[in-house]
């Protein structure tokens, strides 16, 4: 999930509200970022058939890390490792984390873009947590809207039919903690895009570090070059993300995440030759438009705040 599928791309805080408005740019970034994800998640999914999936997270963040650190020195130097929230920046660190294992433990049990489906449930997820947590308000088109997305998970999930598997449990975990990262996201203010990526980077990289003696297995050379791989449209991807959300706002360019389903069937069908079913096709779709939706009902919300200011 994608360590980082879609809602992946669900980050508020990396918006920049300095920056010159392009919408369409936004747009491009964001979906170049979901077919990057897409092709690093079929990799990930490859890599979990041999590995364990801690040791295949590993490679995702230290690669990941070998990258956004020295830009980040490049870049702004030491002060960009200065949060002004680095207790939240830790939990938020090992929200992504704990996202990215559950995710990639599924990968070897579910078609890539069932597991894709179902971890859109995290805007919904999101949705609800800010409502508990940092006291916002749903009005009942939303709430509609999530009730359709969680009959899509349903479906895609078939909980009680004999296509149900255990695995599929997985995903929604991985969207569950997804959406805690994100919300505490929302409480982050002052820090740069940067410092959020480098959090995130470094606090994957050291624990997942510190569980390789308990699931280390020695990967062969092909191994190594795809894990590599893997790490390095990882990091890509959060680029072009963090691009995506300096270019417009989150409420319109968020639902483009959504191409991703598309992105990880085709890629699933051509990769591993597992065509998405009827079943998940339409609880896909659901997903979406509730995602759409809401996404939509933000949007106006915004703007009558900005009116009635």
């Not at 990799?43 to 490679?59: D, G, N, R």
Request: glycine share 8%; net charge positive; aromatic share 12%.
């Amino acid at each position: 999930m994608s360590a980082a599928p879609a809602p992946r791309t669900t980050t508020p805080s990396l918006e920049s509200p300095n920056a010159p408005a392009s919408p369409l740019r936004g747009i491009l970034f964001l979906v170049i970022s979901t077919i990057v994800f897409s092709v690093a998640d079929v990799i990930t999914k490859q890599l979990a058939s041999t590995l364990p999936p801690p040791e295949v997270a590993w490679m995702r963040y230290v690669t990941f890390a070998a990258f956004i650190v020295p830009f980040a020195l490049i870049k702004g130097g030491p002060a960009l490792f200065r949060s002004q929230r680095p207790g939240l920046q830790v939990v938020r660190g090992l929200g992504m984390v704990g996202s990215s294992i559950m995710f990639i433990q599924s990968l070897p049990h579910l078609p890539v873009a069932d597991a894709t489906a179902i971890f859109f449930v995290s805007p919904i997820l999101i949705m609800g947590l800010s409502v508990l947590f940092l006291g916002e308000s749903v009005g009942w088109r939303r709430w509609t809207a999530a009730a359709f997305g969680l009959i899509g998970v349903i479906i895609v999930v078939r909980p009680g039919s004999g296509a149900f598997q255990a695995a599929a449990l997985l995903p929604i975990l991985s969207a569950s903690s997804w959406a805690v990262g994100a919300v505490v996201t929302r409480k982050i203010s002052g820090d740069q895009a940067l410092t959020t990526l480098t959090y995130s980077a470094l606090v994957g990289s050291l624990v997942l570090s510190a569980l390789m003696p308990f699931s280390w297995v020695t990967p062969n050379g092909t191994e190594i070059a795809l894990g590599l791989v893997m790490g390095i449209l990882f990091a890509i991807g959060h680029w072009f993300v963090v691009m995506a959300y300096r270019h417009g706002n989150a409420s319109l360019i968020a639902p483009f995440s959504y191409v991703q389903l598309i992105w990880a069937g085709t890629l699933g069908y051509l990769v591993f030759g597992s065509l998405p079913d009827s079943w998940t096709i339409t609880g896909a779709c659901l997903i979406a438009m509730s995602g759409f939706y809401t996404a939509y009902r933000e949007r106006v919300r915004t703007m009558q705040k900005r009116f009635s200011a």
